[in-house]
């Protein structure tokens, strides 16, 4: 498998409180990209980036930030979890015009 | 923005049935990537296309690009228990690489 690592894998969060999931890859790879994963509504991408420093907004960004200030590491911070932020989140890698290796997920619980 | 759509959402098969799932774009595909999720699991690479009309097989598996890119299909022949999942397409997009995920077709195999 390849070198990524998501932490935590699972959190209990209250409404209103700060998350930070954490991305770790050891395969150099330029790519990263976060998604959430909810019943009926597939992989939905939430930010990716392109490079250190580089990122953008993907289809359901509004409520996250992400930052890359190495390239092993891409997180992604919930200012205020919100009940609608329980989901699975994946994190992805990639070299480019190649396949993605996705994390093992991270299950978040806003109650 | 692009909305990548799988048909249908939800299959259910007897084992040696043949099963095919169908990913259709509001835009045209730049490459198409598809992948297989266990339950409980992580999304799995399966293969990428790139050209129009492209065919390709991996054992009882075969993929196909439409001839106007804004389609892709994946065909199961005699599929058996170790087929159960998801399967995803996904489309690589961009100098940035943006993969943005369909919504996936849940496959149930049984005896």
């Known amino acids: 498998d390849a070198g990524i690592t998501q932490s935590p894998r699972h959190k209990v969060t209250e409404t209103g409180t700060p998350v930070t999931l954490r991305c770790h890859q050891t395969e150099n790879h330029r790519y990263m990209y976060w998604y959430r994963q909810d019943p009926g509504h597939g992989l939905r991408l939430i930010h990716y980036s392109y490079g250190v420093k580089d990122t953008d907004k993907g289809e359901v960004s509004d409520g996250y930030s992400v930052s890359r200030s190495k390239t092993e590491d891409f997180l992604l911070t919930l200012e205020s979890a919100t009940s609608s932020q329980t989901s699975v989140y994946f994190c992805a890698i990639s070299s480019g015009r190649a396949e993605a290796f996705f994390g093992q997920g991270t299950r978040l619980t806003v109650v | 923005g692009q909305q990548v759509m799988q048909i249908p959402q939800y299959q259910h098969v007897q084992e040696g049935e043949d099963f095919t799932t169908y990913c259709n774009s509001s835009t045209t595909l730049s490459n198409i990537q598809w992948y297989k999720q266990r339950p409980g699991g992580h999304p799995v690479f399966l293969i990428q296309?790139?050209?129009?009309?492209e065919v390709k097989k991996q054992k009882r598996l075969t993929f196909q690009f439409g001839e106007a890119k804004k389609n892709s299909s994946l065909h199961i022949t005699a599929t058996q228990t170790t087929d159960v999942g998801t399967y995803f397409c996904a489309d690589l997009t961009g100098t940035a690489s943006k993969l943005t995920f369909g919504t996936g077709t849940r496959l149930q195999v049984t005896l």
């Open positions: 296309l790139v050209k129009s009309g």
